[in-house]
């Protein structure tokens, strides 16, 4: 499977990447070589501590650049007046009679509980290339899905000022 990532996104990744080699693998190193010091290894929990943080790090990175590998570069652009990449969109759901706001973000970003929704995620997929009044059908799954409106669009950009509303 392939992540779709944007430019911005690509770039933060490379910069933690650089920031895990340069910096923080230095340090899970140096702890290694501290609790080593220490002696007798087959009860020290500093040691295995070190060990596992410097593990934790490296997998970090590996997953970093994999990802960066695999990623599909999306356009954060939208036209003015649709949904797109980095929008905060209000919608109104019949079904519930109640009005949602979120902001739509690649999948690496996404975060429900803090009203990031992924663009891949059935609400993201339904509202993204829509404008202000259109009614989209929300898919969940084969069997069951429901209708939202459309109301607010407002171009946040990525960090969360807002540049323009619709």
């Known amino acids: 499977m392939h992540n779709e990532l ?27 070589k501290e609790a080593r010091a220490q002696g007798d290894l087959s009860e020290n929990f500093e040691y295995y501590a070190a ?13 970093l650049e994999r990802m960066i590998k695999t990623a599909v570069v999306v356009s954060d ?13 209000t919608v109104y ?25 992924s663009i891949e995620s059935p609400m993201g997929k339904a509202v993204l290339g829509h404008k202000v009044g259109d009614v989209v059908t929300v898919e969940v ?13 407002e171009n946040t950009g990525e960090e969360g000022e807002s540049i323009r509303k619709f």
């Open 77 to 89: 652009e939208s036209k003015e007046d649709e949904v797109g990449i980095n929008n905060t969109v």
């Open 51 to 63: 060990k596992r943080d410097k593990n934790k790090n490296e997998s970090r990175i590996r997953y």
């Open 6 to 32: 944007t430019k911005s996104d690509i770039q933060k990744m490379e910069e933690e990447i650089e920031y895990r080699k340069l910096v923080v693998r230095k340090e899970a190193i140096e702890a290694v």
């Open 141 to 153: 799954n084969p069997s069951y899905s429901y209708d939202v409106e459309i109301r607010r669009i």
């Open 93 to 117: 759901i019949e079904e519930d009679d109640m009005e949602e706001t979120f902001k739509l973000v690649t999948t690496m970003r996404g975060n429900s509980l803090k009203g990031l929704i």
